[in-house]
């Protein structure tokens, strides 16, 4: 008990550092993928805007057009006409400028001085400045005829008459197409004198264009003969000036106040209507609603964010799910938990990518060539093969993030995960690989035929799918054979591949241990042989066990005199303190786990290496310390430093370890001799505890004693005796 809760108590700190470092993964790929997927919204959106806008009236719709929620939309046309129709009621802003009649009447006054000089002769020789500017007022005809008609005193005193009563009602210049941008034919005057502003119907101010008209009605009620009026006429239309402005400044910012004051109109499309359907004839109405439609686009809701975001999550819960060991058949480590998150980000994420940049014709699923299969194939060869299984259900449902995808697509997605997995399930060597690359091209392409029927695909759209399939298929896996000895040198896997050339007997660890230590290299072999048929038996990795079996005791070799196989007659233990005799002998396995990571062996192998003694007690040195009363000899100073076996492949190799030693002393070996000491040594690991942590049962246990027995039986050619032939004799 006390063993077993300081091996808790160790273990604890270790669990929350693999907490924490598995939620700082999972942390880390959520914020990619999620920037991904928020980028593929937005894409998603930009690229289905481009398509909507595309389209013209008069041709068939290329796709369904969908509207799933009410979309409210600024009528910009109904916005504008009640913002004409408010413009249409405005009055432009004049100003009176009250100084101008003044001005006038001091031009009378010239005027009348004027003539006054020509009829008293005194305008001859150069006339002067002023008189030369009077005279240019008029032509000479006209001069001549007003003064013919008035003397300059009456006809100053008529003219500043006239001026007092029409330029005090307003003269202004109105252009020719005032009317145009102000239909309404009213004006609004300020005065600069103080007087209220007052609203005149543009028919009844005086300008330029009917100042000949008002003029005449007014003489004529004057009852001026025609003569006068016409003089008086010519002499006002020379001398009177506009005293009514437009003021353009003033008139733009009541335009702009009342466009302002027009509140913008909204209307709504409702949701859950389609459009247009595929195929469809776009009217032009549709196409209006349409452009509304695409341009709503360019605004994204929370919902159309939170809703991958949601999915994501639910599908992250979901793979965590399906690779607990109850799943997968093992516990999965740090470095293969990152390995699942980062293949699975990069899936992810090379997706967005190529639904952004990888231009397709319509209709043409993307999924023909996302790297599906490579990503199985390498999960599967890494980790195992019904990982890569469980991991095809997580891709194919993570399709859903991505626009546009078709149930056609999803299915593919699967049937290329399924197709990789098969291809490398029996694979043996790596230029097997490439054998599987031809086998993935051949059936991807066989499922883009089926699928495209299904889908209806058809001329260059059916041709193009499976091509692309086929050959997707041959280059990943060709990709797969290149990619893989990465990965497995940084995750130091034990795969398949890497076991078999680690189980070639001509590797140079294995020939230096049979040059240096000969009796380790024979019992590495006899373990190996044990351990490999056990786990076989039981549904363990028979590969794995034999290599770690192979490779179990590399820490002997530099040291090889002090362990018994390898000694012919002298032990040096003889002369030295058993304390330090356990001090050397549990030394191998540090050593061992040591060189192990020199040779970059696979980890589970140095796992097999490091638990193959676990923390028991190196018995007989201890004993020896005992009875020769070493002082200060206690069990803590002879328990291996290792950790119990933590897998089938560990605790079989542990146990066949044993068994192979114990079986060199057997001097009369027989079927049931065998099978008690065996029984002896599984009963002994039981009990000390050293098979508690490895995931084993009694049953597996069970079926590996038989096996080591009728393996060991078979090795010493013994006759067996049963106990019905001991009874006969």
């Excluded at 997927?37 to 290329?62: C, M, V």
């Excluded at 299915?411 to 290329?416: I, L, R, T």
């Excluded at 897998?647 to 057997?666: I, P």
Aim: net charge neutral; glycine share 6%; charged share 20%.
């Amino acid at each position: 008990m006390l063993m077993k809760s300081k091996a808790i108590n160790a273990l604890l700190p270790r669990l929350r550092s693999i907490t924490v470092f598995r939620a700082l993964v999972l942390f880390s790929a959520f914020l990619i993928i999620v920037v991904s997927l928020i980028l593929t919204e937005f894409f998603k959106a930009d690229r289905y805007k481009e398509l909507l806008l595309a389209l013209t009236a008069g041709q068939p719709s290329p796709v369904d057009i969908f509207l799933s929620r009410d979309l409210v939309y600024l009528d910009s046309v109904e916005t504008e006409r009640q913002r004409r129709v408010s413009e249409m009621r405005m009055l432009p802003i004049f100003v009176f400028n009250s100084a101008v009649v003044e001005k006038v009447k001091k031009t009378i006054e010239g005027l009348r001085q004027y003539l006054s000089r020509r009829r008293n002769g005194r305008n001859s020789g150069a006339p002067p400045l002023a008189d030369r500017l009077y005279a240019e007022l008029f032509q000479m005809n006209e001069i001549e005829y007003v003064a013919e008609v008035f003397r300059e005193d009456e006809l100053a005193a008529r003219l500043s008459g006239y001026a007092d009563d029409m330029l005090s009602e307003g003269y202004c210049s109105i252009s020719g197409n005032f009317s145009e941008r102000y239909p309404k034919g009213f004006l609004e005057i300020f005065f600069n004198n103080g007087a209220s502003p007052r609203i005149v119907d543009i028919d009844d101010i005086l300008t330029r264009e009917n100042f000949r008209n008002v003029f005449f009605r007014k003489a004529y009620a004057d009852k001026l003969n025609p003569a006068q009026a016409q003089a008086l006429f010519i002499a006002a239309y020379a001398i009177f000036e506009e005293n009514v402005f437009f003021d353009e400044k003033a008139t733009q910012e009541r335009l702009l106040k009342i466009r302002e004051d027009v509140r913008p109109v909204f209307k709504t499309l409702p949701g859950e209507t389609m459009l247009v359907t595929k195929g469809q004839i776009i009217t032009g109405a549709d196409m209006e609603k349409i452009r509304l439609f695409a341009y709503s686009l360019s605004t994204h809701s929370a919902r159309g964010i939170l809703g991958p975001l949601t999915y994501l999550l639910l599908l992250g819960v979901i793979a965590i799910i399906l690779m607990r060991p109850p799943m997968v058949e093992k516990t999965l480590t740090d470095k293969q938990f990152l390995f699942l998150t980062c293949i699975h980000t990069l899936y992810l994420v090379s997706s967005v990518i190529m639904y952004r940049f990888i231009a397709l014709p319509d209709n043409f699923p993307l999924a023909v060539v996302l790297p599906t299969a490579l990503v199985t194939m390498l999960i599967s060869v890494i980790i195992s093969y019904r990982a890569g299984v469980l991991n095809t259900a997580v891709l194919s449902l993570g399709q859903i993030l991505f626009p546009s995808v078709s149930p056609e697509a999803i299915a593919f997605v699967f049937f290329s995960g399924i197709i990789g997995t098969r291809a490398v399930r029996k694979a043996d060597k790596r230029l097997d690989l490439l054998n599987a690359g031809m086998i993935l091209a051949l059936e991807q392409g066989l499922a883009a035929i089926i699928l495209s029927f299904l889908a209806d695909f058809s001329g260059y759209i059916f041709f193009g799918v499976v091509v692309a399939a086929a050959l997707s298929g041959l280059v990943w896996g060709i990709l797969n054979l290149t990619v893989l000895p990465l990965v497995e040198d940084f995750m130091h896997a034990a795969t398949k591949f890497r076991l078999m050339e680690l189980s070639d007997l001509d590797t140079p660890t294995l020939k230096r241990m049979l040059n240096l230590a000969p009796g380790t290299y024979n019992h590495s072999i006899s373990v190996g042989n044990l351990a490999e048929t056990a786990c076989r038996e039981i549904g363990a990795n028979a590969l794995l066990a034999r290599v770690g079996a192979y490779y179990h005791d590399i820490g002997k070799i530099d040291q090889a005199e002090y362990f018994i196989e390898n000694q012919s007659g002298f032990n040096k233990h003889d002369y030295i303190k058993s304390g330090l005799s356990g001090v050397i002998i549990r030394s191998h396995v540090k050593i061992g786990v040591e060189q192990a990571a020199k040779l970059g062996l696979p980890d589970e192998v140095k796992d097999i290496i490091g638990q193959h003694h676990g923390d028991g007690v190196i018995r007989y040195f201890y004993q020896k310390a005992l009875g020769s009363k070493e002082r200060g000899a206690t069990e803590e100073d002879f328990l291996y430093t290792g950790t119990p076996p933590q897998s089938k492949e560990a605790a079989v190799v542990m146990l066949a370890d044993s068994v192979e030693a114990a079986s060199r002393l057997f001097k009369k070996p027989t079927f049931i001799t065998i099978d008690k000491a065996v029984m002896a040594i599984f009963r002994e690991k039981i009990d000390s505890g050293q098979l508690d942590e490895a995931p084993i049962s009694l049953s597996d246990l069970d079926k590996t004693r038989k096996c080591f027995v009728k393996v060991l039986s078979g090795q010493f050619h013994s006759r067996i005796e049963y106990p019905a032939a001991q009874e006969q004799q």
